[in-house]
């Protein structure tokens, strides 16, 4: 059986959209989608003209991505011929909806037949290394959707402990190459997840998150569910830190999993084991079975919340006024910290995730630049593994944080609200309204000084010509609360260095020998997940010294420190708790005091208009999209 893995890297290929032939690079996250193609309402797909459909059983499913049998891009093309593995992966959790049924097919959507082709299913196990259980010869396809069986040795029972890697074989014509038309299909308007739309390359299945999520579904046997089901798929709640007896602002989608129309569902929240709040919906697009819809609730924080990390747990209490049994109640649980008072924020701590080798890196570098003269915000540079720039070290924050080159993190904050990464892309718009750039970084600089700190960074720094050695001496306050929401607490010391002259990709394949790069990141001084500090009394100091390489200006050369949790690692499952609590940084000799950094008590959200990921936003400003209205303590979504 045929062995693969998954890797979360973008597909190194172009990808074309018929209606302009307009280029999909995937060496970025977000694609340049034609106007008319972005305000395009979904449209059910066509009924296919013989092929393999069959209309789905009342008691079979579509299960994926894609809803139902919609379809929003059409005619999209690899622009290079040849047989292409494309699917989708379906996470443990995600299956876990339907555990006890059966898989019994798979179905995907084409714009025009392709000839022959195959359906394949893997089992895929929580290292993303996945085994081939199903590969089956599809004689002929039609447009819509092709919905293919499996034999009945075939159909595999859904346990809610594997994840599934499903899809079919691509095949694009010479004609299609050439005329920019293919016969892929996509839903929605942007990416769901970095698993929604996968291909294989050699041995790899590598994400494309450039277009929407692939038109392809598991058909799963849900005979066995119960009549009324309801299932929690998801539920946000912004930055992870609020303040004690303010209200949390949470996006929740749920879905009606069982077999019949609903007429309400009853949610239940509360933090740990504490009181519930209720809240009673009447659903609308989740009446009807296998639908989903997402809500909007303000739940309480009570002041007699201790101050930590806690647990919002949602529930389903009552289905059509029904008390839910265990098999048809949904759970679901988020992490948060309750504080009360924390410092305020010194520097905004922006990791950048470049390359050398991506054209769209000079398109952006100035706009950082830009952003890291300012006096509350300090910008570092982190290269792609394998480049002259890379410092080994370094390379496991691309693992974590990087989804695409170039991209960037806010204080390793995890903004949530539907976003599938902590990193943020700003190429989509670099190439023609560069300014956006720093004023995409400045958002979500200017939002960050409303969080809470929980320590202040003093630096004085010294360099001996002579020795060529850096004396580095860090120190501050740590506040009252940072024990029970941190438990130790780490110092991060870097240096990082401008004005580096180096290769770099200008487009196409022009290469500068000459470009100037800025905010590299030459060194660590403390291991690069920070050293232990000590907590004297609400008080830390740390030394460190460094020897500078000959080649290395010290006339360019900034020293950068931050604190955050102490971790041994930080992996996948951590770095939700591994944001940056607060940042300075000063030139090589200089001297970066803290003086005037108060403890503040940082307020709750404000009335206003807010976009998905908490980011407050001046209504003359917003773009065109779907935000939410913050008015008298109550929050709801609307579209631009």
């Not at 920019?180 to 997840?193: M, P, W």
């Not at 009673?280 to 697009?285: I, Q, Y």
């Amino acid at each position: 059986m045929k062995k693969i893995s998954i890797l979360m890297m973008l597909l190194m290929q172009c990808l074309f959209i018929s209606a302009q032939q307009v280029e999909i690079d995937a060496s970025r996250g977000v694609a340049y989608v034609p106007a008319h193609i972005q305000g395009k309402s979904v449209m059910a797909a066509p009924a296919m003209a013989g092929g393999p459909q069959r209309a789905l059983a009342s008691t079979e499913r579509g299960v994926g991505y894609s809803q139902g049998d919609s379809i929003t891009i059409k005619d999209v093309c690899v622009a290079t011929a040849g047989s292409y593995d494309m699917g989708a992966m379906l996470t443990a959790k995600m299956m876990n909806n339907y555990k006890g049924c059966k898989i019994v097919g798979v179905r995907f959507a084409l714009s025009k037949s392709i000839g022959s082709s195959n359906i394949f299913i893997y089992k895929v196990d929580s290292q993303g290394h996945g085994e081939e259980v199903v590969r089956n010869k599809v004689r002929r396809t039609a447009e819509g959707w092709n919905d293919v069986r499996l034999n009945s040795a075939q159909e595999i029972e859904i346990t809610g402990e594997d994840q599934f890697l499903f899809g079919f074989t691509y095949n694009e014509t010479e004609e299609m190459a050439a005329s920019k038309k293919g016969a892929l299909c996509f839903y929605g308007n942007k990416v769901s997840s970095g698993y929604s739309t996968l291909i294989l390359q050699g041995e790899d299945f590598m994400s494309i998150t450039n277009i929407s999520d692939l038109c392809v579904q598991l058909i799963v046997d849900v005979s066995s569910l119960p009549k009324k089901m309801v299932s929690i798929n998801s539920m946000l709640n912004g930055v992870s830190y609020k303040k004690i007896g303010s209200e949390m602002d949470i996006m929740m989608t749920y879905s009606n999993t069982g077999l019949e129309k609903l007429e309400s569902v009853r949610f239940g929240f509360r933090i740990d084991d504490g009181e519930a709040v209720y809240k009673d919906v009447t659903p609308k697009d989740a009446s009807a079975p296998g639908k989903s819809e997402t809500m909007s609730i303000q739940i309480p924080i009570p002041e007699s919340t201790a101050v930590g990390r806690h647990n919002l747990n949602v529930f389903v209490d009552k289905i059509d006024g029904e008390a839910a049994s265990e098999s048809e109640q949904g759970k679901y649980a988020d992490p948060f910290v309750a504080y009360n008072n924390g410092f305020l924020r010194q520097q905004s701590y922006i990791e950048t995730y470049n390359s050398q080798n991506s054209a769209y890196g000079p398109l952006v570098n100035d706009e950082y630049t830009k952003v890291d003269k300012d006096n509350d915000a300090c910008v570092v540079n982190i290269y792609q593994k394998g480049e002259p720039l890379a410092v080994e070290s370094s390379l496991y924050l691309n693992d974590l944080y990087a989804y695409t080159f170039p991209c960037s993190t806010s204080n390793r904050f995890y903004y949530g609200m539907g976003e599938a990464h902590y990193a943020f892309d700003v190429n989509d718009y670099a190439s023609f309204m560069p300014h956006l750039v720093y004023e995409g970084v400045r958002v979500f600089i200017d939002e960050a000084k409303s969080f809470p700190s929980f320590a202040t960074v003093g630096i004085s720094s010294s360099f001996d010509s002579s020795t060529r050695e850096v004396s580095v001496d860090v120190s501050g306050d740590i506040a009252d609360e940072a024990p029970a929401i941190f438990g130790d607490m780490a110092l991060t010391i870097m240096l990082a260095e401008d004005n580096i002259v180096g290769n770099q990709l200008m487009g196409g394949t022009v290469v500068s020998k000459k470009y100037v790069h800025n905010q590299v990141l030459r060194a660590y001084m403390t291991q690069p997940q920070g050293d232990k500090i000590t907590n004297d009394n609400g008080k830390y100091a740390a030394h460190y010294t460094y020897t500078l390489p000959a080649e290395w200006k010290d006339a360019d050369i900034k020293v950068v420190a931050f604190v955050t949790k102490a971790f041994d690692k930080v992996t996948q499952e951590n770095m939700q708790m591994a944001d940056v609590t607060n940042c300075n940084s000063v030139k090589l000799g200089g001297t970066a005091a803290i003086n005037g950094v108060a403890a503040q008590e940082s307020s709750s959200a404000a009335d206003g208009i807010y976009t998905l990921d908490g980011v407050k936003v001046d209504s003359g400003s917003a773009l065109k999209g779907i935000y939410i209205i913050r008015h008298n303590g109550k929050s709801h979504k609307v579209m631009r």
